[in-house]
């Protein structure tokens, strides 16, 4: 199953935004000269694990409000919360199989802002498991919080199993070959040759689409979920 309103809209989109490799980003923006090596392996929790005033959340909260006052003071603070968004609608590809490390990359680096941010070095970004818990997390719906952002679905909605359920989920990462996995061969970063794997094609698609809002624009990093 394809959703192809955000498959053509983003086709459109990265037709007519100019991308350039993600090493400008890199050399640009989290890359700190006093950074400690890296001396063991961070763990990734997922949301719905942590209660509400867990110091991983509450990590997450001030590093979100501190990266948009830095974009309120500076709109072109490169480290700010709107040029995040911004580095996802000017390089980011899609439809390629340089969907998965572009992206694996850009969270590397924004995790690496977020400890900044929140002045933890040990912090972890949390992550949600939408296929177990199909509802958004609560933690992301909480009035005042930096976590809360517009959205099409509420408390009450939950996805699609017929789209990202356990079962489709499991045969997704079953495919043996990589581009029928994680969408197709192209020589170019951007654009692509719009060949969406099952994972970016139905996975990715669908829960971009189904949340809405920004989320189903180039600029879904605005949505802190």
């Known amino acids: 199953m394809l959703l192809p309103d955000r498959r053509q809209f983003l086709k459109a989109a990265t037709a007519t935004v100019g991308g350039v490799a993600l090493a400008e980003f890199i050399s640009s923006s989290a890359i700190r000269a006093d950074a400690p090596p890296i001396t063991a392996v961070g763990v990734r929790k997922e949301v719905n694990s942590l209660a509400a005033d867990r110091p991983e959340l509450n990590d997450y909260r001030k590093a979100v409000r501190v990266m948009k006052e830095w974009s309120a003071a500076d709109a072109n603070n490169p480290k700010g919360w709107t040029a995040q968004a911004r580095i996802h609608l000017n390089h980011c590809p899609h439809g390629n199989w340089f969907f998965l490390p572009w992206h694996r990359a850009y969270l590397w ?9 929140c002045g933890n070095e040990n912090f972890r970004l949390p992550y949600w498991n939408w296929t177990t818990n199909p509802r958004i997390p609560e933690q992301f719906l909480q009035s005042g919080s930096p976590l809360l952002h517009p959205r099409d679905v509420g408390a009450n ?10 079962q489709v989920m499991d045969e997704i990462q079953g495919i043996p070959d990589f581009e029928t996995f994680a969408s197709g061969r192209s020589t170019e970063q951007r654009p692509g040759p719009n060949i969406n794997g099952q994972l970016e094609g139905q996975a990715h698609n669908y829960i971009h689409v189904w949340i809405g809002r920004d989320m189903i624009t180039l600029m879904s990093p605005l949505d802190p979920i």
Do not use: W
């Not at 924004?110 to 400890?115: L, S, T, W």
């Open 109 to 117: 680096y924004f995790e690496d802002i977020c400890k900044e941010a």
């Open 157 to 166: 909605d939950t996805t699609d199993p017929g789209a990202i359920g356990q």
